[in-house]
């Protein structure tokens, strides 16, 4: 059995990497994520592409807050709206 479905923002602060896998695979349960990118630009690696493709499997669209990222962008405020929403906040 499983629990009631939750909206998690998950935070990809120091391992973007590990950020997208978690929340591909949050979705496996049937919660709703939003997947926010911080701090610096996704490293283009191998790797990240591989998640960058789970992502888009799992309809995860990416966000950021680093300006130089070509990902839809969140200001502070919107950051702040976006917590406020969420059921559950994760940080990786």
């Given at each position: 059995?499983?629990?009631?479905?939750?909206?998690?923002?998950?935070?990809?602060?120091?391992?973007?990497?590990?950020?997208?896998?978690?929340?591909?695979?949050?979705?496996?349960?049937?919660?709703?994520?939003r997947l926010v990118f911080m701090?610096?630009?996704?490293?283009?690696?191998?790797?990240?592409?591989?998640?960058?493709?789970?992502?888009?499997?799992?309809?995860?669209?990416?966000?950021?807050?680093?300006?130089?990222?070509?990902?839809?962008?969140?200001?502070?405020?919107?950051?702040?709206?976006a917590m406020l929403e969420a059921?559950?906040?994760?940080?990786?």
């Amino acid at each position: 059995m499983t629990g009631p479905i939750k909206t998690v923002l998950l935070l990809g602060r120091r391992d973007h990497t590990e950020a997208m896998r978690v929340a591909a695979g949050l979705t496996i349960f049937g919660h709703r994520v939003r997947l926010v990118f911080m701090n610096t630009p996704v490293a283009d690696t191998p790797e990240n592409a591989a998640q960058f493709e789970l992502l888009e499997l799992a309809d995860i669209p990416p966000e950021t807050t680093v300006a130089e990222e070509q990902l839809p962008w969140l200001d502070m405020t919107a950051l702040a709206a976006a917590m406020l929403e969420a059921d559950l906040i994760m940080s990786f």
